[in-house]
C-alpha cells in the first residue's frame, strides 16, 4: 500500500530530507549485517555513557604542561582541512600560558591520550 506523501512530510517535517537519505543507507547496511534498531540504541548508548566517564575522569586528571605546570589544551589535529599538520598526528597539546606556548603533538587521539593518563596516575599510585 503507498503511503500518504502529505501525511508522511507533515509528521516528519522536522527532519531534514538528507538525513532521511542517510538513514536509508545506514538501515540498509543495518539489515544487510544482521543488525537492529535496538543494536544501535545499545550501542549508542554505550559510546555516550564511555564518553561521558572518559569526560569526568579527564576532568578529574588534567594534563599539566611539562615545562611550566600550567594545565595542557587537548585538541585533535588532521580532522579537518583547517587543522592539517603535514603529518600523522592526531591529537596535539598546547599549554594555556601564554608566556609558556608549550606544543606537543601525538599520533594518539585525545581518548587513547587521556586513557593513558589515567593509566599512569593509577600506576603511580
Ligand atoms: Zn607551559
Not at 8 to 31: M, S
Not at 58 to 70: E, R, S, V
Request: charged letters at 30%; aromatic letters at 12%.
Amino acid at each position: 500500500m503507498p503511503i500518504d506523501i502529505k501525511e508522511f512530510e507533515k509528521k516528519f517535517e522536522w527532519y531534514p530530507f538528507g538525513r532521511i537519505q542517510d538513514f536509508l543507507v545506514f538501515a540498509g547496511q543495518l539489515q544487510r549485517h544482521g543488525y537492529t534498531l535496538e543494536d544501535v540504541k545499545e550501542y549508542v548508548e554505550t559510546k555516550i555513557s564511555e564518553q561521558e566517564i572518559l569526560r569526568k575522569k579527564y576532568i578529574l586528571y588534567k594534563i599539566d604542561c611539562p615545562k611550566c605546570g600550567d594545565p595542557l589544551w587537548l585538541l585533535p589535529v588532521n580532522d579537518k582541512p583547517s587543522t592539517q599538520t603535514g603529518d600523522d598526528s592526531k591529537t596535539v597539546m598546547m599549554c594555556k600560558n601564554p608566556d609558556c606556548l608549550y606544543t606537543e603533538f601525538s599520533t594518539k587521539d585525545i581518548n587513547e591520550l587521556v586513557y593513558e593518563m589515567i593509566m599512569k596516575q593509577k600506576g603511580g599510585n
